[in-house]
């Protein structure tokens, strides 16, 4: 990632704001009280991430214990839920990132953290589907501290920071995909609620520590009326069209974040199918994988940046990415798996290069609008991937009377919706040149006349 301006020698996050006194409205004191908030960012989306990342191995486990029926019954409800907590996360980010641009994106965060410690509370309690059905819905509402947060740190970056910065925070997704699955996977011998508990202690203390500690990020002469226009799906989507290079990127990210989804949604039932792993096994590999993960983005993204650019970067990562997709779906033993994800890892550079280039582009005041688009956008492909992947591809190719027996089908879709994704990227870059997009200052977008607020 680009090389910040020189640190001081704590090595947090650097600062790009100048000093600035306390507000009652929670504003920052200065360095320091920027570093706690970016301390807490790091600490939100690494507790949002390891809640995921306990639910993968164990979810499928806790509705088979309620319904008490077979794998094929319990993997119908469980798509179900799986949707359902996709839809609300579709539904509510971009309000989500509608109000933090219009309150501040305090507020926002500490409710969407207690709301998730409760969610989790009640995921543990449930004895009846009804009731954690209601759970996932919930946790996909409070999913939206995840497009919060994306703007704060997009707040507290420069152009300097901004690439490295979003690469640390994708190091806190990768790490607590190194905690959540071996947790969920250990605490689950436990007791299969077990990790739920945890995952809610966690975000109560976390919520505890940003009401003492987390400064106000965007200052009151930044925000914006709130618009039902920008705080609903469409309209959120919708403001993408004000920044045309941004749209591109964003239908490379809509490929890539369909083909993962998929990935995630058919992996425990993939590799079960094919290579006989139950919930221990998979809580390691996605322990493996989270650890490969906080190891490229942590240590890889700053300097391939550096060296390569943004653009670069995002092209050979997609191209990695389809390759190892390709690998998943071909592999025979399981084995090689670890390998491929090793491999595959690198492939992960592609997100916090699409992050610097569109926070780049959008002003200041539509960062939490936007990237409650690209959080939309992401909560539509996992809406879809779990029908895609899953019931249709997955299912098809490993029932009886299928023509050949395929489980890894499902990855040959992804490696070529990836593979796509790179043409696109391609086909936008040579639209628009870095001296037009990346070197200009950041432009408004286009002023647009009074409509009615559209509703959904």
């Known amino acids: 990632m680009n090389d910040p301006e020189p640190s001081d ?21 200065g360095k320091q009280g920027r570093k706690a908030g970016v301390l807490f960012i790091w600490l939100t989306l690494f507790i949002d ?53 219009r309150f501040g994106r305090r507020p926002v965060l500490l409710a969407s953290l207690f709301g998730l410690g409760i969610d989790f509370i009640i995921q543990g309690l449930a004895h009846t589907i009804e009731l954690l059905f209601v759970a996932r819905l919930l946790s996909g509402i409070m999913g939206g501290s ?36 071996a947790l969920g ?25 940003g009401y003492f500690v987390l400064p106000e990020s965007l200052p009151p002469e930044k925000r914006k009326p ?42 425990v039932l993939y590799t079960k199918a094919k290579f006989d792993w139950n919930e221990m096994a998979n809580g390691y590999f996605l322990a493996w994988v989270g650890l490969t993960a906080t190891i ?38 399981g084995w090689i798996l670890p390998v491929i994800a090793t491999f595959g890892a690198l ?26 688009a690209l959080t939309s956008l992401q909560g539509l492909t996992s809406i879809a991937a779990p029908l895609v992947f899953t019931t249709g591809l997955f299912r098809y190719f490993t029932r009886a009377e299928a023509p050949v027996r395929f489980p890894g089908a499902p990855f040959l879709l992804g490696a ?27 432009r408004q977008p286009e002023q647009e006349q009074d409509v009615p607020a559209e509703t959904h």
Do not use: C
């Open 49 to 101: 991430i390891l809640g995921i990342g306990i639910v993968i191995p164990v979810l499928p486990g806790v509705v088979q214990e309620i319904l008490g029926a077979n794998e094929s019954v319990a993997a119908l409800y469980y798509g179900v839920i799986v949707a359902s907590y996709a839809t609300m996360q579709f539904l509510f980010a971009p309000i989500i990132g509608a109000l933090s641009d």
């Open 185 to 209: 996977g250990l605490l689950s011998g436990v007791w299969l609620r077990l990790p739920f508990f945890a995952a809610a202690a966690l975000a109560l203390v976390n919520w505890l520590y």
């Open 226 to 267: 709130f618009s039902l226009r920008n705080a609903n799906p469409l309209g959120s989507v919708k403001a993408l069209r004000r920044y045309p290079f941004v749209a591109g990127l964003a239908v490379v990210f809509l490929l890539k974040a369909f083909a993962q989804r998929g990935l995630e949604n058919v992996w």
């Open 296 to 333: 490229v983005l942590g240590g890889l993204v700053r300097p391939t940046v550096n060296r390569f650019g943004e653009r670069r970067v995002l092209l050979v990562a997609t191209l990695i990415s389809t390759v190892s997709f390709l690998g998943y779906g071909l592999a025979d033993q």
């Open 416 to 442: 070529l919706l990836i593979f796509v994704a790179f043409f696109v990227a391609l086909a936008v870059f040579k639209r628009y040149p870095p001296e037009i997009e990346e070197d200009a200052p950041k």
């Open 146 to 181: 995840i497009t919060t947060g994306n703007a704060y740190i997009a707040d507290v970056s420069d152009d300097d920071n901004r690439a490295r910065n979003f690469g640390l925070v994708g190091a806190a997704f990768g790490l607590g995909f190194i905690i959540g699955p």
């Open 9 to 29: 020698s704590s090595g947090e996050l650097n600062d790009p704001a100048a000093e600035t006194p306390e507000t009652p409205d929670g504003e920052p004191k």
């Open 347 to 372: 492939g992960g550079l592609a997100s916090p290069a699409i992050q610097s280039l569109v926070t780049s582009t959008v002003d200041d005041s539509e960062q939490g609008t936007i990237q409650g």
